[in-house]
């Protein structure tokens, strides 16, 4: 009778807490979070359809790299800087995020923005000789937004192109996205 007695109370324990966790979940990890936008994840930067659904009138996108992470605390931080606007901030990048990955996530967001106005935050450590690495530009590439930035007719095809030329450059450490990149294509 005990061990029922206990099985009884650890289900009721295990539904309590399984109810609480989801209703926890659905209320702070929604995408119309107004966090979302200041949420730094590769999770949110992969998906164009999940940025886009968060963009409004009042939308702001601020593209950056690993500062967008490393000066949360400064008040040279974006969400900083645009508090008491009128802003929903829309922040994207983190460390080895640069140019040519921002490029594509705009391609790829563009036909969901309805507030026309971009905030590139440039790092020096972009301006080295070297460029990009591969295995960096590699590891942030996104084949989502890949795939939607060239469906976006307003690019222009020699936009594409040097976009895709560039990539091509760069993946020459992943052939297996690149083969993938290319079929695309």
């Excluded at 966090?35 to 730094?40: A, D």
Aim: contains cysteine; positive net charge; charged residues 20%.
């Amino acid at each position: 009778m005990k061990k029922a007695v206990a099985f009884v109370v650890a289900f009721v324990l295990f539904l309590g807490t399984a109810a609480g966790c989801y209703f926890w979940s659905d209320s702070k990890l929604s995408f119309h979070n107004p966090k979302f936008g200041t949420w730094i994840s590769d999770k949110k930067f992969y998906s164009h359809e999940a940025i886009t659904a968060n963009l409004n009138k009042d939308s702001i996108v601020v593209f950056g790299s690993s500062e967008l992470n490393h000066m949360r605390k400064t008040k040279y931080h974006p969400e900083k800087m645009f508090a008491g606007q009128k802003l929903n901030l829309m922040m994207m990048g983190a460390g080895y995020y640069q140019s040519l990955s921002h490029a594509i996530e705009l391609g790829a967001i563009e036909p969901g923005m309805k507030n026309r106005k971009v905030v590139l935050v440039l790092s020096p450590q972009w301006f080295r000789p070297a460029g990009v690495l591969p295995d960096a530009f590699a590891s942030r590439f996104s084949e989502d937004n890949f795939i939607a930035m060239l469906q976006n007719d307003k690019l222009s095809a020699e936009t594409k192109k040097q976009i895709i030329a560039r990539m091509e450059t760069l993946m020459v450490n992943d052939p297996g996205t690149m083969k993938r990149a290319r079929l695309y294509e």
